[in-house]
């Protein structure tokens, strides 16, 4: 962290992925690049000098863009100003990459098993488009819990990857309710779900889990009765205060 500066951030792109959450696409002079699955640190600036920063996952692949997703917080400080009052042309700062456990690289070939609750799903979506450009065959399954399909981030763009029948898989699970002929899961993430989804631990998948605390926890655990190894299951957690 020392030896990482505060960068001027210019917004060139706002996306409204759901009512809540917006992705922010950012012009960065000085930007060295980043591995999927890595996060940053905005910092605010307000007129009187205040200032407040907060960590938010990377949502692009390392291909020279660099955008944020954000899920607003009511009693957040940063996130509401983020997701409803910036627009483009808006600066602030950014400083980052910053993390290197939770990453993946497209050169290793052994099957990923991605786990997402909400906004969890942000850093597992960068390791999926950099999937993507890479051209990477690695067998891949993501799964997905939102509490209903109006919560679904980047759910158009999760449905037209997972038709390019690459190798890609993804599984939903809405929890609070589910419309009319829905076909995926119907209930918070349990042994049965994970039984039904997970790579058999003797592949020896790769493993990446974020989300609420509680969330991965349930999900982690769950992989361990499955036969996974504690160490083996990369998790990643944020918690009401983080944003």
Do not use: N
């Not at 290197?100 to 799903?121: N, Q």
């Not at 763009?157 to 993804?170: I, S």
């Not at 589910?178 to 989804?197: H, K, N």
């Amino acid at each position: 962290m020392g030896r990482l500066t505060w960068l001027a951030a210019e917004v060139v792109e706002t996306v409204a992925e759901t009512p809540r959450v917006r992705t922010l696409r950012l012009r960065t002079d000085g930007w060295t690049g980043h591995r999927a699955g890595q996060h940053l640190d905005v910092r605010l600036t307000a007129e009187d000098g205040y200032q407040a920063q907060r960590s938010y996952s990377i949502a692009s692949a390392p291909d020279g863009e660099l955008a944020i997703t954000v899920e607003r917080l009511d009693d957040g400080e940063v996130s509401p100003y983020l997701v409803d009052e910036v627009r483009e042309g808006d600066r602030f700062e950014v400083r980052g990459p910053i993390g290197g456990y939770f990453v993946w690289d497209p050169s290793e070939p052994e099957p990923v098993l991605l786990i997402g609750g909400g906004s969890g799903v942000v850093p597992l979506m960068a390791m999926i488009r950099h999937r993507a450009v890479a051209g990477s065959s690695a067998p891949t399954r993501l799964l997905y819990s939102s509490r209903t399909l109006g919560d679904v981030i980047y759910r158009e763009e999760l449905d037209e990857l997972a038709t390019r029948e690459d190798g890609l898989e993804v599984f939903h699970t809405l929890t609070r309710s589910q419309p009319d002929g829905w076909s995926g899961y119907g209930r918070r993430i349990d042994a049965e779900i994970l039984r039904e989804v997970a790579w058999p631990a003797t592949d020896g998948p790769q493993v990446f889990v974020c989300g609420s605390t509680r969330f991965v926890d349930t999900a982690a655990d769950g992989l361990v009765a499955l036969g996974y190894e504690p160490q083996s299951v990369k998790t990643e957690r944020f918690g009401a205060t983080g944003s």
